[in-house]
């Protein structure tokens, strides 16, 4: 407990922006939350005011980290399972719990327990051997999908392999690489239900979205989802807050979707806030951000309406080079030509396709509103209008 504010500390793991957006929620809240940072230039680190230094697979470093705060919860799902356990073990509260946890640290694991709970997935198999993969593709068509059971994010850790791959699989498993195949799904698009739940078991939902991908990184996000049946979302909503439940998920829980001709499928969990949720921070009653933090501490949920017909979130990625117009001078222009879009700047340094921050756009008409926002985030990332506008000539 602070001493001076009379509230909860929570101690988030890891100081990139999802840590950073969720020093802002806490703000409002008037709550005191910590940060377990890499570096004291972590996104993170630079605007949070309680910052450790360490590492997150250091057992003393969490250890030390959690005896100072009320709950430990995280910013990514990196931190050893076997370390988290050590910690519920020594009596720390930690949300989600390391059984939850494992399911979005280990996409073997999750695979297994989904197909026990008839959640519909994608065909899968375990790679122990390059014939494990060759046998798979015979079975059920190429290309595969093999993924790293561990680590994977943002298109890393996954490869399209169009026919044996044998050279790739036996270089990964000589690595030492965990790794699973799955079939190719063939899906109209992406989606995503993202939803939180407490520790009492209330649950909430946001409105089902549309994610649009490009080399494996998500770039926009689509509130509510545009053109998808009324059953369908809610589907995707009770599918999302089944998974919470059954897994036993504190917190903020992202799935990610498959949305095929024939339903739904399971791609993804994530049990934190998620990318497919910033869109929440100016488009719903609550963000995901303040609803994480509430899940934790057990406080009731927040309302998930949105808060406008039409809400596009894009993300800014670090172009292939560096502009010459430096981040505030692109800002300058930014603001001067449009007026109603909200950024948010992780500090991060740019490097090429890596997420240096998102653009969010609220309206009534999703063409002109994507079409807002896809050109405020490429205008950041590359200093040049998709249309030819030039900043110092105009058109």
Same mark, same amino acid.
């Given at each position: ?9 929570? &101690? ?47 057992? %003393? ?20 399972? %076997? ?56 079975? !059920? ?15 890393? &850790? ?7 791959? &044998? ?17 190719? /799904? ?22 089902? /979205? ?67 949720? !910033? ?112 900043? !110092?000539? &105009?058109?």
């Amino acid at each position: 407990m602070d001493p001076v504010t009379g509230f909860p500390v929570v &101690g988030m793991v890891g100081g990139g922006q999802l840590s950073r957006m969720t020093q802002q929620a806490a703000i409002a809240l008037g709550q005191s939350l910590r940060v377990l940072a890499v570096s004291p230039t972590d996104s993170a680190a630079l605007v949070a005011p309680n910052v450790t230094i360490g590492h997150h697979t250091d057992l %003393e470093a969490l250890r030390g980290f959690a005896s100072a705060v009320d709950v430990l919860t995280f910013d990514h799902e990196h931190v050893p399972t %076997e370390h988290l356990r050590t910690l519920v073990a020594e009596g720390f509260a930690v949300h989600p719990g390391p059984e939850a946890l494992i399911h979005a640290q280990d996409k073997l694991v999750m695979r297994d327990r989904l197909a026990g709970m008839d959640v519909p997935i994608p065909a899968y198999a375990e790679v122990k051997t390059v014939s494990d993969v060759t046998q798979f593709g015979e079975r !059920h068509g190429w290309p595969v999908v093999l993924k790293a059971a561990r680590g994977g994010y943002d298109g890393r &850790g996954v490869w399209m392999v169009p026919s044996s791959g &044998g050279e790739l699989v036996a270089e990964l498993l000589e690595a030492g690489t965990p790794l699973l195949v799955e079939e190719r /799904v063939d899906m109209k698009r992406e989606l995503a239900a993202v939803v939180a739940r407490s520790p009492f078991g209330q649950g909430a939902a946001w409105p089902t /979205v549309q994610t649009v991908q490009s080399n494996g990184i998500c770039v926009e996000v689509l509130a509510p989802a545009p053109d998808l049946p009324e059953e369908r979302a809610d589907e995707a909503q009770e599918l999302a807050l089944r998974i919470a439940s059954t897994l036993g998920v504190v917190g903020v829980l992202a799935v990610e979707l498959f949305e095929t001709a024939s339903g739904l499928v399971v791609n993804e969990l994530a049990m934190r806030p998620h990318n497919s949720g !910033h869109w929440t921070i100016e488009g719903a009653a609550t963000s995901q951000f303040e609803q994480h933090l509430r899940a934790v501490l057990d406080y009731p949920l927040g309302s998930t309406d949105p808060v406008a017909p039409v809400i596009v979130m894009a993300n800014v990625l670090g172009a292939r080079s560096t502009p010459d117009m430096g981040t505030d001078e692109r800002l300058h222009h930014l603001f001067a030509r449009y007026k109603d879009v909200h950024v948010h700047h992780y500090g991060k340094a740019e490097r090429p396709g890596r997420k240096i921050g998102h653009v969010t756009v609220l309206g009534t008409n999703l063409a002109e509103v994507r079409q807002r926002a896809r050109f405020a985030a490429d205008w950041l990332s590359t200093a040049t209008w998709p249309d030819g506008y030039d900043v !110092h000539g &105009g058109k």
